[in-house]
């Protein structure tokens, strides 16, 4: 069993768009489905599907990639890890990587990306980051 699942989760994705593969499955959890929100609504994925087999849940991810066949995704990483949370204050979370990157955000609201989070004035802990 994994033990950090968002961490597995953004490492299926950085692989398989490493390698240029159309979809990924990663194992099914709520908060892997609430960031796979926020990404598809950013433009980083083309979307996903949840997928139920032999009574076990797994996601789809359609990877998305530009005209010339480059990843959208430049990096992806975790911030905030099990043995080390990391926790932004709403005044940290205006811009990351000049707007061209997201932070995703685990707040009161529902995880959302940094600048959700900005303008709607709370902070919270920083999952991770992509851009």
């Known amino acids: 069993m994994v033990n950090d699942i968002i961490a597995d989760s953004l490492t299926r994705i950085r692989n398989a768009s490493m390698r240029r593969l159309d979809t990924t499955t ?4 709520k ?6 929100e926020v990404f598809q609504a950013k433009g980083f994925i083309e979307g996903y599907k949840v997928i139920e087999k032999d009574k076990k849940q797994s ?3 359609v990877l998305k990639y530009d005209e010339k066949g480059h990843s959208v995704i430049n990096e992806i990483t975790r911030i905030s890890k099990p043995g080390r949370r990391v926790y932004k204050a709403r005044n940290e979370l205006k811009r990351f990587k000049n707007g ?12 959302i990306a940094n600048d959700d989070a900005y303008k709607s004035n709370v902070g919270g802990e920083a999952l ?3 851009w």
Request: proline share 0%; glycine share 8%; with cysteine.
């Open 59 to 61: 996601i789809n991810v």
């Open 128 to 130: 991770c980051s992509i």
């Open 26 to 29: 990663l194992y099914y959890a």
């Open 31 to 36: 908060i892997v489905v609430s960031i796979l």
């Open 100 to 111: 061209y990157g997201t932070i995703v955000v685990s707040t009161s609201k529902g995880v």
